[in-house]
């Protein structure tokens, strides 16, 4: 990992909504020297509703971008679960002679499969020997890796598709206690807040509840999406409920950061609707 | 593989046989054990379970799986397919199944997510990248609720989570001509003569 150079694929989210997940994940990144050049002009990977209309049209986005990163020759890194996954689908895909045919005709040239995609939470997870500057001792955590990362493992060949453990491996190191659960890989929803806010905010309500009945003080995300259903719905299913919740949704590049002894404010924390501070400031981490 | 080289195998035919080209997966297959549903987080708020969803495209219940909500509630978590004993890869289909109502122009179980789905293609074509305060306030307009989500902006908008202005990439030029490109290729290989080689 140390040294490594990565073509860096931010994703749309990383722009807008998720500002704090590219902050952060710079940062740590800097820290720990990993390198991350992010590719030119990048365009959209076309997330579910490119694929969900139009099955080519779900390969042809993201094989552009895998165009543009094989042009720098580097591997490909992205923070989002989302991205990752429909680049790595898309170089899966393109080992298909009919399917690299079909795409080549669209992007006018040809696309090979071998540019390689790992998501930020593989690369970050390759060596867990951590410059630790503030150890998160006594705050417990619920890894939440949601289902994009993980599945399919014949096309993503990452960690287990119902139990994986790397982020649980990472919090470990930082010196705070990962718990053990059952929805660590659950969909929270997915793209869909907008459309179905009432299908999203009850199965947020099922991961966020359970995580907090077990004992954790907050959970730990590596995917925009899971990361602002859990976070920026938290309100809206609090008084759905009539109950209230509370618990803060970490990006685990931030807890990272916290650990590699970075300011809550360097981390963007102060973006998240549901406020983590109070939690930071009783654990002494804030 | 999932891209057929026919991409369009025949509507004339019933719909288990274009589901099973198109997707190529072994839908008569299914033995209804009902594994998928069972996993199935949006299950409970689906007309037709996804093994439902199996039975009828076996049974030929052709018009209801098309006009059912949960081709269109699933949400591609992919839980059923890495459970399925006969490892059918059933979020697959039911992807298939959503590009096909797009073809015969069937009415979509849930008018809000195929809207959704329709915007968000939208934007991309337009921008390049996603524009989150513009795919909100379009959704909500061609889904006509315009306030909707509206308590949520004003603090989405001071933690400067929801930027003003797209963020438009130089090559929108390319990523049309990818649109444009795609949806001339999909046109062609639904001529007839094309069509025959999806038979089985
Ligand atoms: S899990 Fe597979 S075999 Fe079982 S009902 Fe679902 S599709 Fe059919
Ligand atoms: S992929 Fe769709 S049908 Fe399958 S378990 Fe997930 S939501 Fe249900």
Same mark, same amino acid.
């Given at each position: 990992?140390?040294?490594?150079? /990565? ?7 990383? #722009? ?68 990752? /996954? ?27 499969? $071998? ?10 997870? $390759? ?73 999203? #905010?009850?199965?947020?309500?099922? %991961? ?63 973006? #998240? ?14 | ?5 026919? %991409? ?12 099973? =080209? ?104 337009? /921008? ?20 909707? #989500? ?33 949806? =001339? ?16």
């Amino acid at each position: 990992m140390a040294g490594r150079t /990565y073509a860096y694929y931010p994703g749309c989210a990383l #722009h807008g909504t998720a500002r704090e997940y590219d902050v952060s994940a710079r940062l740590v990144c800097q820290t720990l020297n990993v390198k991350l050049q992010e590719i030119k002009d990048w365009s959209c990977c076309g997330a579910s509703s490119a694929a969900s209309l139009s099955p080519l049209l779900g390969i042809a986005l993201p094989a552009h971008n895998l165009k543009l990163a094989a042009a720098m020759e580097l591997p490909i890194t992205t923070p989002c679960a989302m991205c990752s /996954y429909r680049l790595k689908t898309a170089a899966h895909e393109l080992k298909d002679e009919a399917t690299a045919r079909q795409v080549s005709e669209v992007l006018g040239s040809a696309v090979g499969p $071998e540019v390689t995609v790992e998501p930020l939470l593989q690369v970050l997870s $390759e060596d867990l020997s951590f410059p630790i500057r503030k150890p998160l001792t006594g705050l417990k955590v619920a890894c939440y890796y949601g289902c994009l990362l993980v599945r399919p493992k014949s096309v993503l060949q990452f960690d287990d598709e119902e139990n994986p453990q790397t982020m649980d491996r990472l919090i470990t190191a930082l010196g705070a206690e990962a718990i053990d659960w059952g929805l660590k890989t659950e969909c929270c929803g997915a793209g869909l807040p907008l459309a179905r806010p009432d299908l999203v #905010h009850r199965l947020a309500y099922r %991961i966020i509840s359970l995580a907090q009945r077990l004992g954790a003080d907050c959970i730990a995300t590596a995917c925009p999406m899971c990361q602002s259903n859990l976070d920026i719905h938290q309100k809206e299913i609090e008084a759905e409920h009539g109950e209230k919740l509370g618990l803060p949704i970490f990006y685990f590049t931030q807890l990272l950061g916290l650990a590699l002894g970075f300011t809550p404010r360097e981390l963007y924390l102060h973006k #998240h609707l549901t406020n983590p501070l109070p939690l930071l400031r009783a654990k002494g981490l804030g | 593989m999932t891209i057929p080289d026919v %991409i369009r195998p025949p509507l004339s035919r019933p719909l288990l046989i274009f589901i099973e =080209a198109h997707s190529g997966q072994p839908v008569s297959r299914c033995n209804q054990c009902g594994k998928c549903t069972a996993g199935c987080p949006a299950a409970w708020a689906m007309d037709l379970t996804p093994r439902q969803v199996m039975r009828a495209l076996q049974l030929g219940l052709d018009n209801d799986v098309l006009a059912s909500s949960a081709i269109w509630l699933c949400l591609s978590c992919q839980i059923c397919s890495v459970r399925c004993p006969l490892e059918i890869d059933v979020a697959k289909v039911m992807h298939s199944l959503r590009h096909r109502t797009q073809e015969d122009k069937t009415h979509p179980g849930d008018k809000n997510i195929a809207r959704f789905h329709g915007v968000f293609r939208g934007i991309i074509h337009r /921008y390049g990248r996603i524009y989150e305060l513009g795919l909100a306030g379009l959704n909500n307009m061609v889904s006509r609720r315009p306030w909707a #989500h509206l308590k949520l902006f004003p603090a989405m908008l001071r933690k400067g989570k929801l930027p003003m202005r797209p963020s438009r990439i130089k090559a929108t030029a390319e990523v049309k001509n990818i649109f444009q490109k795609v949806a =001339a290729l999909e046109e062609r290989f639904s001529t007839p003569s094309e069509l025959t080689k999806g038979d089985r």
